[in-house]
């Protein structure tokens, strides 16, 4: 769901040129709930082959993969291992809203409101594990490294770049600054515009440096943690009720004894447990990043055969590949 700190975190605007030959880790399931919530059709439906198999992500893929390939940033993908106990709970609770949402969906499928059935269709999004397989199988085609990650992948993206495997982790949020992530870079997509209201604005990636963030804020990491929890993370959503990051920063500040912040609050949740559980979260320490040239073979296979892409389409994507030994690609192996 993302950290609601947006408000107080420093960020950089830099452009795409920037990131040329950076090695940028990405929460695949991040990625592929982005995807599944936006490529609709007008009324809310999901993109599918003759067979009714889901492509929704793999359109996806196939835009944005060989967009950041040609900008000649090299991406890794991480995926979620097993949710840590606390997440259930909440896990439960968005399966909930998701049921009520497609409840919503059939009555305006019903009555033949395709606005509402767009807007009621993104809320019952739902990546299931034939979609991870194949993202998994379509990634590596593009020759790029995948990951399991044991727990949260943010977790691990932020500890390859910790350890310096990766320059970056890439993310829409700021979650990764809980687990350490020295840099996060944020917008990697393809359209480089954004709707806002009736209009559009160019949108630009944006760096954001923890050690900045610090600074700035003037606090320190378990302090940063703490003001998380306080304004809400993935599990405790929406945090306490009234306290927002700036009353939550000048809480911290004026008080280093969380027990007595908490107490306080008397939040509906233990903050113990929560800070515990990103404290002591499960990493995979043993791994090895290789980026390898493209399988065109592989894509066309995956897209065109199986699930029926346009091959035109396809095949114009994947001319922007060299065969040759030269090319940027073939560099990365």
């Known amino acids: ?7 107080i975190i420093p960020k950089k605007q830099i452009e795409f040129e920037d990131l040329k030959n950076k090695k940028i880790a990405v929460d695949a ?27 929704s992500h793999l359109m996806g ?3 944005r993969i060989p967009n950041l390939i040609q900008k000649e940033i090299k991406p890794c993908f991480v995926f979620d291992g097993i949710p840590p106990k606390i997440k259930t709970q909440e896990q439960e609770k968005r399966r909930a809203l ?21 807007k009621y269709s993104k809320q019952t ?33 932020s500890y390859l770049a910790k350890n310096k495997d990766v320059d970056y982790v890439g993310s829409s949020d700021y979650d990764a600054l809980l687990y350490e992530a020295p840099l996060i870079v944020r917008n990697l997509t393809v359209s480089q515009r954004r709707k806002i209201g009736s209009s559009s ?9 923890l050690k900045e963030v610090l600074e700035e804020l003037k606090i320190s990491q378990e302090q940063l943690l703490i003001l998380a929890i306080l304004t809400g993370t993935d599990y405790n959503p929406g945090g306490i009720k ?17 027990d007595k912040i908490f107490q306080d609050l008397n939040p509906e949740f233990d903050w113990n447990e929560i800070y515990n559980t990103f404290k ?22 995956i897209l065109i055969e199986r699930h029926e892409f346009n091959q035109e389409r396809i095949e114009k994507m994947l001319s922007q590949f060299k065969d040759n030994k030269n090319s940027s690609l073939d560099k990365w192996g």
């Not at 002591?280 to 296979?301: A, D, R, S, T």
């Open 1 to 7: 769901m993302g950290l609601k700190l947006g408000s």
């Open 29 to 55: 399931s991040q990625m592929l709930y982005q995807f599944i919530s936006s490529i609709r059709q007008p009324d809310g439906t999901l993109l599918q082959d003759s067979n009714g198999n889901i492509t």
């Open 61 to 63: 893929i196939s835009t």
């Open 98 to 118: 998701k049921e009520a949402a497609k409840e919503k969906f059939e009555e305006a499928e019903e009555s033949g409101d395709e606005s509402l059935m767009l």
């Open 125 to 157: 999004s739902r990546v299931n594990k034939e979609m991870f397989e194949e993202t998994k199988e379509l990634l590596q085609a593009f020759g790029l490294p995948i990951l399991q990650a044991p727990s949260e992948a943010e977790a691990q993206c």
């Open 201 to 209: 604005v160019k949108i630009y990636p944006e760096i954001i440096e």
């Open 242 to 258: 009234g306290i927002g990051p700036k009353k939550a920063l000048k809480l911290i500040k004026e008080n280093n004894n969380y």
């Open 280 to 301: 002591n979260m499960q990493i995979e320490k043993k791994y090895n990043l290789k980026w390898n040239p493209i399988n065109k073979e592989k894509v066309k296979e």
